[in-house]
């Protein structure tokens, strides 16, 4: 959407109209003007209804045209057999957009319908949010315009839900969480308004710190990363049905390694998404980053009051990939004096069971404000010596105190006193857990955040020469021969004309071609049969290796066409491919899906013939810049490959990431050609040595 400010109509209307009002409770029409009334909402309400003149005390109109002052957006809640009409009315009216509650459209095929209920919006310049919603809520403008019963607890994050159930159930969850929200927003099915669109909207709403977004599936995913990517605020999503997608059939080895949750894992890094594992996962993130800043470095110090806690949040830091340092001495030092002998300075720094409120205050109140200090969790166990709401008062008050841009968090084990304690501390910005694990998952998502926005190379575009006409040409030719795959010489000219350095190859029909091919390619080399009727070229006798000169060219051409007649008397036989014989390196494996969310997705991985089962693979929604390719090659299980194990040299990784670049630049250029390939094995040689792409595979999109 060009305009998002267009969308404010949809978020804080200055006066609705609800056509489908209704007196008969129990409606969904009867709900939503009974909840407008309810939530004090303090616009105009417009009822519509063809029969009564009075609705739930407001005064009724037969059609929205009637209505005398300006409606800025009108919640449809009439069956979809009248939806056209009502729109017609709106846009006539000068409604500026439209809240569809009703279903009856694309989920039930009826896409037909939703198509043409968008068209009409349209023309009139409206915008559609849904339909097959449950409407919009909003704490900051006092407004429930849904049939959700009521306002969810008030919060500084926004959600964002295509699950029109789930919101509403998240939104009674909100009270007996004490996670809340600002605004609760529906999608549905998303005919007009997106993802992308509500995302960019909440990003300037001041009264949402966080955007967090329960996802079953995008319409417009590179839309979403694009606003995401810009976006100035936290994002957390949490996607589901991550699990059948890569069933889908697949031709080659990337096809079949790119399930949704790697694909979309990859879209939200790029994008700085923050994931949620699950729904607590999603409100307990959400919290922490509507409420805290980001964690800037990696350093996080625990400070504790039980060693048991302390020891499980230290194997948690590690799990969710911020694993704790000892902390530097000065901090050691100055924690000492606030703990009795026996206690621990080191991280986690355990002020021990005796600890009261001036312990934990004190010990906070310096450690927050150190340099080293990226993050504070502090960890409380309710013992009989101390009151655990003024110790979370304390900690408030030391934070505020050091006054610094720092996240803190913080988590209490125990009964009705440590609940209290910790509604106090939420109410008061301090993000708090019932579990020393959950609160470094918390912090984990700080860290995650700020980590993501660090790596985010904004201005990181990668810019190659190309020869796509080339490529084109080569492509046309296979169609015309009415194929739907490239053959290896085929795959490695396209390959080629984007710059990927590939074997060279070339091929021979007779014998005296073959040596000359062979002398000019530059012995040794490799002859393989080319036959659509020979597909197992080795089991056939069909190839030869290291074929060290002229002589050896020669009769390895003889023998190779007698092998493959013998094979097979009648194969159709196109000739003999001559092909550079590179010398071993390391294995690895590059590929592409033209993913149906994100389109053009490039893969990275261990190769060889064990890619599918060790599924050591990595994936970037292309384009992919050289820095996010290089953190491709460090995000593997077998990275330490790479960069050199045991004494062997670095690989050339520089090389590699390039051609990562190159690749992705072919598959978004060819994006209309291109469904899936891989080159496999690539082989990698030592730095500054170059890499070779010995094999390649390109499955052409069916037109
Ligand atoms: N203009 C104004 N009012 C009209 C018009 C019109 N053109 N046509 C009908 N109405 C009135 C009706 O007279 C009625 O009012 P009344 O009670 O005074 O008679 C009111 O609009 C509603 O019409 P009904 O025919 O009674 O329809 P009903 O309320 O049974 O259903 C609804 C309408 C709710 C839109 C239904 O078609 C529907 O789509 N239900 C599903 C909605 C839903 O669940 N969406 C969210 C999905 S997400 C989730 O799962 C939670």
Not at 595 to 619: H, N, R, S
Request: with cysteine; net charge negative; glycine share 8%.
């Amino acid at each position: 959407m060009e305009n998002i400010a267009a969308l404010d109509s949809l978020f804080q209307p200055k006066s609705i109209a609800i056509v489908g009002a209704s007196n008969t409770e129990g409606k969904i029409g009867y709900s939503v003007v009974h909840n407008l009334i309810e939530s004090k909402y303090a616009g105009a309400i417009y009822p519509i209804n063809p029969k009564d003149p009075e609705i739930q005390g407001l005064k009724a109109y037969k059609s929205v045209l009637d209505v005398s002052g300006d409606v800025e957006t009108a919640v449809l809640t009439v069956p979809a057999k009248f939806i056209k009409s009502v729109i017609d009315e709106c846009g006539k009216k000068g409604v500026k957009s439209l809240i569809i509650i009703t279903s009856g459209f694309s989920e039930v095929g009826e896409r037909e319908l939703e198509d043409e209920i968008v068209e009409l919006a349209h023309s009139y310049g409206m915008h559609i949010l849904g339909p097959n919603i449950v409407g919009v809520l909003s704490n900051s403008d006092s407004m429930n315009a849904s049939f959700a019963p009521f306002l969810p607890l008030n919060g500084k994050s926004s959600l964002v839900s295509q699950s029109g159930a789930l919101l509403i159930a998240m939104d009674a969850s909100t009270y007996t969480r004490r996670v809340g929200f600002d605004k609760l927003v529906s999608i549905g099915n998303m005919s007009d308004v997106n993802f992308g669109d509500v995302v960019g909207w909440l990003d300037n709403d001041k009264n949402t710190n966080c955007i967090t977004l329960y996802i079953e599936g995008f319409k417009d995913g590179r839309h979403f990363m694009e606003v995401s990517r810009k976006a100035q605020k936290p994002i957390i999503a949490l996607k589901s049905g991550v699990s059948a997608h890569g069933a889908a059939a697949a031709a080659s080895h990337t096809g079949s390694l790119a399930g949704a949750a790697k694909v979309y894992g990859a879209a939200f890094q790029q994008a700085g998404v923050v994931q949620a594992a699950d729904l607590d996962n999603l409100f307990d993130r959400s919290l922490a980053l509507s409420l805290q800043p980001p964690m800037k470095g990696d350093n996080l110090l625990i400070i504790t009051n039980g060693g048991g806690v302390g020891v499980l949040a230290t194997d948690a830091a590690e799990r969710f990939g911020i694993p704790l340092q000892f902390a530097p001495k000065d901090v050691q030092v100055e924690l000492k004096k606030h703990m009795p002998a026996f206690g621990s300075a080191k991280n986690p720094v355990d002020i021990t069971g005796m600890a009261g409120t001036e312990w934990y205050v004190d010990s906070v109140r310096y450690a927050i404000a150190h340099p080293w200090v990226d993050g504070v969790v502090v960890l409380y166990c309710e013992t009989a010596v101390s009151n655990p709401l003024e110790i979370a008062q304390g900690i408030k008050a030391a934070v505020d105190e050091a006054g610094v841009d720092k996240p803190i968090i913080v988590s209490y084990v125990g009964g009705e006193k440590s609940e209290n304690a910790m509604k106090w501390l939420v109410e008061n910005g301090v993000p708090a857990y019932g579990a020393p694990d959950t609160a470094i998952n918390a912090m984990a998502a700080l860290r995650d955040y700020a980590r993501m926005r660090e790596l985010m190379d904004v201005n990181d575009e990668t810019h190659h020469e190309v020869d796509r006409e080339k490529a084109l040409k080569i492509i046309a030719s296979a169609r015309e021969d009415g194929r739907d795959s490239l053959t290896e010489i085929e795959a490695k000219q396209v390959f080629a004309a984007y710059g990927l350095p590939v074997t060279k190859n070339a091929l021979a029909k007779i014998e005296e071609e073959a040596v000359k091919l062979a002398e000019e390619i530059g012995f040794p080399v490799v002859m393989k049969i080319v036959s659509p009727d020979i597909l197992h070229k080795s089991d056939a006798g069909g190839v030869k290796v290291n074929i060290k000169n002229s002589d050896e060219a020669r009769a390895a051409f003889k023998t190779i066409l007698e092998n493959a007649k013998a094979y097979k008397a009648d194969a159709d036989i196109h000739g003999i491919v001559i092909q550079e014989m590179a010398p071993w390196g390391t294995e690895v494996i590059l590929g592409s899906v033209n993913d149906p969310t994100f389109g053009p997705t490039m893969m990275f991985g261990l190769g060889g013939i064990f890619v599918e089962v060790l599924k050591d693979v990595t994936f970037r929604v292309a384009p992919v810049s050289q820095g996010q390719a290089m953190r491709m090659l460090g995000e593997i299980r077998g990275a330490p490959i790479l960069a050199g194990v045991r004494g062997e040299a670095p690989r050339d990784r520089e090389m590699l990431a390039d051609t990562i670049t190159r690749y992705a630049t072919m598959i978004l250029d060819l994006s209309d050609e291109i469904s899936e390939s891989d080159a496999n094995p690539v082989l990698v040689y030592e730095e500054g040595k170059g890499i070779k792409v010995v094999d390649a595979r390109i499955i052409l999109k069916k037109k």
